[in-house]
């Protein structure tokens, strides 16, 4: 027992031996609610020790001190552990519970790899968990981890809040559960994944190679942020993911800028007027046949979104834009292709920067793409698009020849991996019934919309299980996941524990 993050004492214990039961979703949620009260402390120190532990996708040794770590807490519990692994890729810790008489099986996915970090950008230190009374960017200050912890206090590290925090939650919910006598309704597995940050490249031959293993009546995919209103919610999809970098060169030195502005082409000119011709600033997509693939909402998603409360004006004062790209309300919005420039290097700025005219100028471009669009066609498109705009294609770095030969030339790096997006029925049999379960135990109904608007490579599991997905997101909306000072609310922790302990004892 060594590795189990809670220890109740032992008189708890023997006041709690008797089996209550079978609890409705209400009953599991106040039981794992009083439990949680009592190991608030255990729970936090638990948290924090796994996200001590570094979790890039190509740090080898570390991913694999974390699928060991996690695989530890897990037999603990009674779970049989399996680590599933292909040729070149971080092990997926495959897990199962078997409750004796239950039909039904449930598989829960997380992953536990995250982003990689830019130290220097952050406010302390990403692999040093600490707790502060508030966002950083309001001031939020370092205090002490010990119990009492107010609900709104954060936990910041990387992946608190993409995406240990399940891992935490779930665990929480199974202590809670046995030590009060509930059983579970269903069989348990778990899938979590290496890689989810890195692309999923392996996760296609794992699943095909494993696919017996990993059937169940339901995928549940544990991840991403709750709705801005802090209102629980239910989404039905994902949308895809594909990327590239764009380079334009322009002379094969440096110039001065004197000498040579006004003659010799400027490639940071060229590269942002290249851009332009790709989307508007109202984030439309000016690429001819882009949305030729695209499935429009259905009337029962149009109907969801417009149920679902407006944060849009929230969310205007709270990030400080001034006005959003387009009209749309974000939920609508984000169910449309998105072209997104995520960084862009050419010389410097500020103090750094010199009367000279670059040789080249890169950009990393984004691409969110919706049912039904491949990243195949999207690729071809844009390679067309490009060409049309007077650009000879490269894949690798332009020869002398070739650069006096031509006079734009486009290098393009297709090397990140992408995957489609995914979207279940919006009247999923299975969906009703969780959401029925949440909705019990709560005042205000939770949210189910169409799709959540960030990636996850459901489409996979589609493809090669078969099983019906859903997302079940648990982290607090302004979580800066992918970024700087990353953290999770305590309230989403509390949450997800309750949810947890009602769905597994009640579906």
Same mark, same amino acid.
């Given at each position: 027992?060594?590795?189990? /993050?809670?220890?109740? %004492?032992?008189?708890?214990?023997?006041?709690?031996? =008797?089996?209550? $039961? +079978?609890? &409705? @979703?209400?009953?599991?949620?106040?039981?794992?609610?009083?439990?949680?009260?009592?190991?608030?402390?255990?729970?936090?120190?638990?948290?924090?020790?796994?996200?001590?532990?570094?979790?890039?996708?190509?740090?080898?040794?570390?991913?694999?001190?974390?699928?060991?770590?996690?695989?530890?807490?897990?037999?603990?519990?009674?779970?049989?552990?399996?680590?599933?692994?292909?040729?070149?890729?971080?092990?997926?810790?495959?897990?199962?519970?078997?409750?004796?008489?239950?039909?039904?099986?449930?598989?829960?996915?997380?992953?536990?790899?995250?982003?990689?970090?830019?130290?220097?950008?952050?406010?302390?230190?990403?692999?040093?968990?600490? /707790?502060?009374?508030? %966002?950083?960017?309001?001031?939020?200050?370092?205090? =002490?981890?010990? $119990? +009492?912890? &107010? @609900?709104?206090?954060?936990?910041?590290?990387?992946?608190?809040?993409?995406?240990?925090?399940?891992?935490?939650?779930?665990?929480?919910?199974?202590?809670?559960?046995?030590?009060?006598?509930?059983?579970?309704?269903?069989?348990?597995?778990?899938?979590?994944?290496?890689?989810?940050?890195?692309?999923?490249?392996?996760?296609?031959?794992?699943?095909?190679?494993?696919?017996?293993?990993?059937?169940?009546?339901?995928?549940?995919?544990?991840?991403?942020?709750?709705?801005?209103?802090?209102?629980?919610?239910?989404?039905?999809?994902?949308?895809?993911?594909?990327?590239?970098?764009?380079?334009?060169?322009?002379?094969?030195?440096?110039?001065?800028?004197?000498?040579?502005?006004?003659?010799?082409?400027?490639?940071?000119?060229?590269?942002?007027?290249?851009?332009?011709?790709?989307?508007?600033?109202?984030?439309?997509?000016?690429?001819?046949?882009?949305?030729?693939?695209?499935?429009?909402?259905?009337?029962?998603?149009?109907?969801?979104?417009?149920?679902?409360?407006?944060?849009?004006?929230?969310?205007?004062?709270?990030?400080?834009?001034?006005?959003?790209?387009?009209?749309?309300?974000?939920?609508?919005?984000?169910?449309?292709?998105?072209?997104?420039?995520?960084?862009?290097?050419?010389?410097?700025?500020?103090?750094?920067?010199?009367?000279?005219?670059?040789?080249?100028?890169?950009?990393?471009?984004?691409?969110?793409?919706?049912?039904?669009?491949?990243?195949?066609?999207?690729?071809?498109?844009?390679?067309?698009?490009?060409?049309?705009?007077?650009?000879?294609?490269?894949?690798?770095?332009?020869?002398?020849?070739?650069?006096?030969?031509?006079?734009?030339?486009?290098?393009?790096?297709?090397?990140?991996?992408?995957?489609?997006?995914?979207?279940?029925?919006?009247?999923?049999?299975?969906?009703?019934?969780?959401?029925?379960?949440?909705?019990?135990?709560?005042?205000?109904?939770?949210?189910?919309?169409?799709?959540?608007?960030?990636?996850?490579?459901?489409?996979?599991?589609?493809?090669?299980?078969?099983?019906?997905?859903?997302?079940?997101?648990?982290?607090?909306?302004?979580?800066?996941?992918?970024?700087?000072?990353?953290?999770?609310?305590?309230?989403?922790?509390?949450?997800?524990?309750?949810?947890?302990?009602?769905?597994?004892?009640?579906?």
């Amino acid at each position: 027992m060594k590795n189990r /993050l809670f220890r109740p %004492p032992l008189f708890l214990l023997l006041f709690l031996l =008797p089996v209550v $039961a +079978p609890a &409705d @979703p209400a009953g599991s949620a106040d039981l794992a609610r009083e439990w949680r009260k009592a190991h608030e402390q255990e729970i936090v120190d638990g948290f924090a020790r796994l996200l001590s532990i570094p979790n890039v996708a190509s740090d080898a040794v570390n991913i694999k001190r974390n699928a060991q770590y996690i695989s530890e807490l897990l037999v603990s519990r009674g779970f049989e552990v399996r680590l599933l692994e292909t040729e070149g890729s971080p092990p997926a810790v495959f897990a199962e519970l078997k409750t004796p008489g239950t039909s039904k099986t449930l598989m829960i996915y997380a992953h536990y790899d995250g982003q990689p970090v830019n130290a220097s950008d952050w406010a302390s230190d990403p692999w040093q968990p600490v /707790l502060r009374n508030g %966002p950083v960017e309001r001031g939020g200050q370092v205090i =002490p981890m010990i $119990a +009492p912890f &107010d @609900p709104e206090w954060r936990i910041f590290a990387r992946s608190a809040g993409d995406d240990k925090a399940p891992v935490i939650a779930l665990l929480a919910a199974l202590d809670a559960m046995n030590e009060t006598g509930v059983e579970l309704s269903v069989n348990l597995k778990l899938f979590l994944e290496g890689e989810e940050e890195a692309g999923s490249p392996h996760l296609r031959e794992m699943l095909s190679e494993h696919r017996e293993l990993l059937g169940a009546d339901l995928w549940l995919f544990c991840d991403g942020p709750v709705h801005q209103s802090r209102q629980w919610q239910l989404s039905y999809g994902v949308r895809g993911s594909y990327g590239f970098d764009l380079t334009v060169f322009g002379p094969n030195r440096p110039l001065h800028s004197g000498h040579y502005g006004n003659w010799a082409p400027n490639p940071i000119m060229r590269l942002t007027e290249l851009i332009h011709t790709m989307r508007d600033s109202q984030g439309d997509i000016l690429i001819e046949g882009y949305n030729k693939q695209v499935l429009s909402p259905t009337l029962l998603e149009l109907k969801a979104i417009e149920e679902a409360p407006s944060v849009d004006e929230m969310l205007i004062a709270e990030l400080g834009i001034g006005r959003p790209e387009t009209s749309e309300r974000i939920e609508r919005a984000i169910m449309r292709p998105a072209i997104n420039l995520r960084g862009i290097r050419s010389g410097d700025v500020g103090a750094q920067a010199r009367n000279s005219i670059q040789t080249s100028a890169t950009a990393s471009i984004g691409l969110r793409l919706v049912p039904a669009q491949t990243p195949d066609y999207l690729r071809e498109l844009i390679e067309q698009h490009i060409t049309k705009q007077g650009y000879f294609i490269v894949h690798e770095q332009p020869t002398p020849e070739q650069r006096t030969t031509h006079d734009r030339i486009a290098l393009l790096d297709w090397s990140e991996a992408g995957y489609p997006a995914y979207r279940a029925p919006f009247d999923l049999p299975i969906a009703k019934t969780i959401a029925g379960i949440m909705n019990q135990l709560r005042d205000d109904q939770i949210i189910q919309l169409p799709t959540m608007g960030g990636s996850l490579p459901l489409y996979l599991i589609d493809e090669v299980i078969g099983a019906p997905i859903l997302i079940l997101p648990i982290a607090n909306h302004d979580n800066n996941q992918h970024g700087k000072d990353e953290n999770l609310r305590l309230q989403n922790l509390w949450d997800a524990i309750e949810i947890y302990a009602a769905i597994l004892t009640n579906l």
